[in-house]
């Protein structure tokens, strides 16, 4: 696995080691480690270096401590000698007590204890605690070759030093005997100990103390140690400083350096010195960075270990470099491990004193490098873009040069090409340096400075620039570049990438480690309108992102492939997203279908036209035009960025439409539409504009800037004055809705020169014509109203087009038709300047491929009925096509029309929607391919389109062979469901059909399907056809081609309706008070909600786009609703279905933006722009916390939770949980709002609830006897329950623990399920966070007359079957609610008998039993209470099961939890229904704490009765503990 080099630049913490002999005296050896070390250390050099073996696998174990204690003052010094980036953490050093001799060592020092100081990081901890929690340096910032020393002072005092420098105290109180401890600690894997620091360092000259000097001569002044003035000098007073104090040095024999000759002017050493001799070529010098080798006479320079170090590679010259002397070097071996590459540069410090760095840019004084295309002075960037090479994408045999000119300039060489003054401050004197960096592993002085060499150097790598330059030569010696018939992936491709398949397929084989590093190229230049197609065949759903494709001028054999395709900056144009970037800056910002919302299987392409215009297919849908003057002979390229995982080039590419008549937005010219077909036009957009507007693309697209803040000051006209005839037409490419007002166009006689750009086009008086709105306005008046077409009510995508015929009449054309003369009169004499006013809500324009001339007789006396274009449908009106479908289908008009390009089957596509009730989805067969025989196919299905990339086998080769879920479908006059005959010579046979014959399918609402031909219904075709069913056609045989023909019903209250159960029919008072989910309509959501149809690509949006369901993953899962939410008003949805296979769960919150073009996140949280969310028991306002301990924990709710949120009159927002208001979550909540839910985790499905949809009474046993409550009730219904009935199958508690663990116990007891209500939504646990999630309240009152009861807090109820035919099921809604608790072994008995007393009526059984019983005690004791043998007729009850459970009455018995094994205590009880009347309150008779329940006086504490039929059972509680 690469291991990328760390970041370069100027950022970075300075790393500059001391020399090793700089400084006055020191304090002695560095002494050396203790024979005993940790398990993993190994030492060498006599003990003196130490290092961690297996590095990669281990990141402790690595103790060593000092031989002997440390001496007081004494600093014991180490440097990092190698360090992996496998881990976190590093190097720790620090002071213990503990004779090692003795010691069991600890795997990391941090385990040191008795009396143990341990500095790691930028924390003192002492015996394994922190004392100090911000100290000194980083220690886990250090590199290779910085050093770190400790010492106790005489005073007692702990001291850190790091590169010479002391960090202050970390500790006092140190014992006088203590040991050294370093720790080889997660990245630090080697050390060695070097002569420890000084206890005080000296001021002065900072590396020539060390050295000796001649007693005749003085020392020269100090050296600066950074090019950047301290002391008031300027940086050419600061240079002649550096190089007088160097050149002093030099004539005074100081250094040990002999010149070939002497600087300018100076003669040689006096006194008799030796001359200077021997070798006057430039060398390596000796000393170097500690992974070099020299060999060739000191003139190549090599790294060691190039696959396990990316640095310490520094080489320098062996003498300074003289003015406009070459230094230039040759790449002689590279290695693709690293990212980064070779570096090249200058630098005032002398090579012998110098302690080298790990790289150069540490270095913050006296060093000017050139890094990338960059430029580096004392590690820190001056400037960004210096040249057009880059020195990381230079290969083996490339040339580097650089000379200091006499004029203090620096200059560059790349393969002999001058990049150019990189500095005019060069110091006079300095030496020539290399960084062996990352990529660059071996190099070499060249001398001869062979031209002909660096020119063929430089002329590969300007092909790889450009390719034409090496075609034309070819073509100009008469020599042809062969042919190559099939397009392939070049086998040269991203670090990441592999190819495969014989060129065909490239993939990241590790798709879930990295995200980038994807980059695959075609293996030879594309042909004039040869498209490139590839099909995306696996994705992954750890990274936001996608696939990216596009063309370069870049030759793959030659370039170096960065991470992302978008960072490089010349000769590239990509779409990525939903945008076009060109050399990595964006050009189209709303731009085709997005691509980070494709999905396996979808296809996408990108074809150069021989106009030079780019073009870009999803799908096989043409995108418009996305760039202009592309140049010829450019490289496909494909990204494999984030979730795109794997990509296969398609062969059949040919047969895709070329987009001759397509302009921007997708929309299809008309045949009659204006068009340019002889040359692209050349007006464009003057660089003259208003002060809010910007020019890009080229001069062919105009934005507004700061669209929300600005509405105006955005004019923007053409280059040139238009010509007779000509069309200036563009399409709107981004729009917002925050302003009122739109585009305004038109026409001006002022030249651009001259015109003083107004806030607005109209506010012009003289020579100019406009239409805004309706209106067409001369000089800034209006001339007429209601014209033709309004400019306010176009959208994004729609064209807007400006002519002056020859007779001076001005037209306008909208998406291609004529709207008539707007107005007369424009004086032919005068030039007209197209103008355009970026007003409002138009915020993006692009001039489309029309603009040109056009014939001038067009009006609109000769419109026709196919002038009309073909429009884009609008999102949930027309029908279209699902892009899911078989592999030979290509889709056309925004999904709205199906092709198979190949073959006679795999053509089966999908309806986008599911098909409402009688609603008719109607195609019309276009193409016929009589070679087949057989015919299309038509049906429905009820497998989702969604699913189908997912399937193991995907889509089979024709329909009636498609077998998932269930499928009814009409093949010729046969019906056949998941393939079997169901009915023969059913209608018109779907054979006889030909090109112009329409085909329907609808579903009806008595669960039927019809076929419709060419309008006639031919009568039901199955019979019972499921609810949800998507209409399914396939392409096969003689049809090649449909388009749909229909649109959408209007939406009506069957459309609107949430899912829900069918149930019994409930009373008439009920439904008075509190409407049911069960009545024939549900009731439309106020303002009319809905999901909006942009949304997260995992969503699928059904039932009239009121529920949205997660269908695949964790997350992608954002949906926001389409309107906007009105102050005052609640808005509520409620959770339908929760995974527990993910963890978290859904969050929801508002957004201030439209969210009509928003792309959206993989998830909420990373929404940074005016976003309102609550997440878990959060509040985040742009992924910033503002708020914790907030309402409920929303990863708890249960499946039928209802959330909600509204905006007070305030701006405030409100979260609601089951209508329960939690209070205000955030202020100044801006308007308008949408409201966003991201299904994420847990959360799969979501659905629209209303405000008035009903509460299901939570304390009712079962549907039938709700009917019967009073509005009493009902509140404690509201209280205790969902807002609607979920269906069936899905268990509202099932992310209860608790719950569940009482399910587990109620199990154990072996009951038969029929004593239980079969919906599990009425088992209602009512631990801590279930009952404070509902909002309920401790206690509510039932019965009549009303009577408190307590809820039971700590228990949990399986709801009980009340049989509906006894009498006292009908009454005893009325009746007060109670508690009796019991013993394990009486419960069966009590629900085989109905109540709490003797009998023979079982709850099951339909014999009616009286209401009012006349006498009769209880003769069975065991139904009495436990342990109240004195009356065992008497039945005790109580209010609260604070009394009634205690162990008194609910015997505690304990049991294995068969999931856990774990042992339990646990109780049970039942809560029952008394008739009022037939108990009589008293005091308690068991001990119980005084008193049990506050509520709850002593006096009616315990209810006694003795009547028979006064009780109902309820529901059996269970406690476990």
Known sequence: MRSPAPPRGGDQDARRARPAGRGGAM????????????????????????????????????????????????????????????????????????????????????????????????????????????????LDQLGEGDRVGIQRTAAGELRLWVNGQDCGVAATGIPPRVWAVVDLYGKCTQVTVVPGEPEEPEDGAAGD??????????????????????????????????????????????????????????????????????????????????????????????????????????????????????????????????????????????????????????????????????????????????????????????????????????????????????????????????????????????????????????????????????RRALEAGGVGEPELERLLFHANCGQKAAIINDGRTALRPHAT???????????????????????????????????????????????????????????????????????????LDEYGHNLDRLKAGDTVGVVRKEDGTLHFFVNGVAQGPAAWNVPPNVYAVVDLYGQAAQATILDDTDLLPL????????????????????????????????????????????????????????????????????????????????????????????????????NTMTDIDYDTWMLSGTAIMQDGNTMRNNYGCDLDSLTTGSRIGMMRTAKGDLHYFINGVDQGVACSGLPPAKEVYAVVDLYGQCVQVSITSATGPMDNSLSTSNVTEKSFPIHSPVPGVAHRFHSSCGKNVAFQDDGCRAVRVTGYSHGIVFSMKELKADEVFEVKIEELDEKWSGSFHVGLTTLLPSEVPYAATGLPASLPELHSKATWLVAGSEVRRNGQLQKQNYGCSLERLGVGNRVGVKRCADDTMHILVDGEDMGPATTGVAKNVYVVLDLYGRVTAVSIVSSTVLEESDGTKPPSVASETYSEEEEEEEPTPCENEAPVPPAAMEFLENHGKNILLSNGNLTATRVAS?????????????????????????????????????????????????????????????????????????????????????????????????????????????????????????????????????????????????????????????????????KESVCWTPPVDMNTMKTCEYHALCARFRDLLLLPDDYFVEDPKFSLCYCESCHKLRGDEAYYKRGDPPRDYALPFGWCRFNLRVNPQLEVASTCKKWHMAYHGTSVGAVRRMLDQGELGAGSTSILSCRPAKADPQGGGYHEPENSSPGRGAEPHHVLLSPTLRYAGLEAFATKVQFRDPKSQRQHGAQVAFQVCVRPGSYKPGPPSAGAPDPPDPRFSPAELEWVTKEKGATVLYGLLVRVE
């Not at 014991?76 to 980036?85: E, L, M, P, S």
């Not at 090409?417 to 290399?434: E, K, R, W």
């Not at 077909?677 to 700061?706: E, K, M, P, Y």
Request: net charge negative; charged share 20%.
């Open 209 to 470: 103390e060390a050295l000796a000097l001649p007693r005749n001569q003085s020392r020269p002044d100090k050296f600066p140690n950074s090019l950047e003035s301290e002391n008031g000098l300027s940086s050419v007073e600061l240079s002649e400083v550096v190089s007088n104090a160097i050149l002093s040095a030099y004539n005074g024999s100081l250094l040990s350096v002999s010149l070939g000759s002497p600087p300018p002017g100076e003669g040689s050493p006096g006194g008799g010195g030796a001359p200077l001799t021997s070798n006057d070529a430039l060398l390596f010098h000796e000393k170097c960075g500690t992974l070099i080798k020299l060999s060739n006479n000191n003139k190549t320079a090599e790294r060691r270990r190039p696959l396990d170090e990316f640095n310490n590679g520094v080489v320098m010259t062996n003498r300074p470099l003289r003015d406009n002397e070459m230094f230039e070097i040759r790449i002689d071996k590279l290695v693709d491990k690293w990212s980064g590459s070779i570096e090249i540069g200058v630098t005032t410090h002398n090579p012998n004193s110098l302690e080298y760095p790990a790289t150069m840019t540490n270095l913050r004084s006296g060093t000017i490098m050139m890094s990338g295309c960059g430029i580096l002075t004392n590690g820190k960037g001056t400037r960004r873009e210096y040249c057009e090479f880059s020195l990381d994408e230079l290969q083996e045999g490339d040339h580097i040069g650089l000379t200091r000119k006499s004029n203090n300039a620096l200059h560059f060489y790349i393969n002999g090409i001058d990049q150019g003054v990189a500095t005019t401050l060069t110091p006079l004197v300095v030496y020539g340096v290399v960084d062996l960096y990352g990529m660059a592993v071996k190099v070499t002085i060249v001398h001869n400075h062979n031209h002909s060499d660096r020119l063929r150097r430089n002329n590969a790598i300007m092909r790889a620039l450009s390719p034409d330059v090496g």
């Open 27 to 138: 304090s002695g050896p560095g002494g050396a480690l203790h024979p005993r070390t940790g398990k993993l250390v190994t030492l060498s050099q006599g003990g003196r270096s130490a290092a961690r073996s297996q590095p990669g696998q281990e990141f402790n174990h690595g103790l060593v401590l000092s031989r002997e204690p440390l001496r007081p003052g004494r600093v014991f010094a180490v440097r990092i000698d190698r360090k992996v980036n496998s881990w976190s953490g590093s190097i720790e050093i620090g002071v213990t007590a503990l004779d090692p001799d003795h010691l069991d060592f600890p795997s990391s020092a941090t385990g040191l204890k008795g009396g143990s100081w341990i500095v790691s990081g930028c924390s003192v901890l002492r015996d394994g605690r922190s004392i100090l929690e911000e100290y000194g340096q980083d």
């Open 1114 to 1278: 964790y997350n992608q899962g954002i949906v926001v609703i389409a309107q906007p939410l009105p102050q005052g008003q609640l808005f509520q949805v409620q959770i339908d279905f929760l995974n527990p296979q993910w963890t978290s769960s859904l969050s929801l919150g508002v957004i201030g933006t439209s969210p009509e073009r928003l792309n959206f996140p993989a998830t909420a949280c990373s929404l940074k722009r005016s976003a309102w969310l609550l997440q878990r028991d959060s509040v985040f306002h742009n992924s910033l916390k503002i708020c914790e301990n907030y309402g409920p924990n929303l990863d708890t709710c249960p499946e039928g939770t209802v959330l909600g949120l509204l905006v007070d009159s305030s701006s405030c927002l409100h979260l609601y949980v089951n209508r329960m208001d939690q209070g205000v979550a955030a202020q100044d909540i801006p308007s308008p709002c949408y409201v966003l839910v991201d299904l994420y985790g847990q959360c799969e499905q979501v659905t629209i609830v209303t405000n008035d949809t009903p509460a299901l009474g939570g304390e009712s046993t079962d549907s039938h006897a709700q009917g019967d409550m009073e509005k009493a009730d009902m509140v404690d219904g509201i």
């Open 659 to 758: 987009p001759d008549d397509l302009s921007e937005g997708n929309h299809q010219l008309s045949p009659s539409s204006p068009s340019s077909t002889a040359s692209v036009s050349d007006l464009r957009f003057h660089q003259l504009h208003g002060a809010n507007a910007v020019i890009t693309n080229g001069g062919r697209t105009a934005l507004r800037q700061n669209c929300r803040s600005e509405f105006n000051d955005a004019i923007v006209i053409s280059n040139r004055a238009l010509r007779d005839g000509e069309l200036f037409e563009i399409v709107i490419q981004k729009m917002v809705d925050r302003w009122s007002g739109s585009i305004e166009a038109g026409v001006t006689a002022i030249r651009p020169e001259d015109l003083e750009f107004p």
């Open 513 to 587: 480690d990295d995200f980038n590093h994807g980059v695959v190229l075609s293996n030879r230049a594309l042909r004039n309108n040869e498209v490139f197609q590839v099909r995306i065949d696996k994705m992954v759903d750890k990274w936001a992102g996608s696939i990216e494709i596009g063309v370069t001028t870049h030759n793959p054999t030659y370039l170096q492939l960065p991470s992302t395709m978008t960072n490089l900056r010349s000769g590239t144009w990509m779409m990525t997203g939903n945008g076009v970037m060109h050399n990595g800056t964006t050009i």
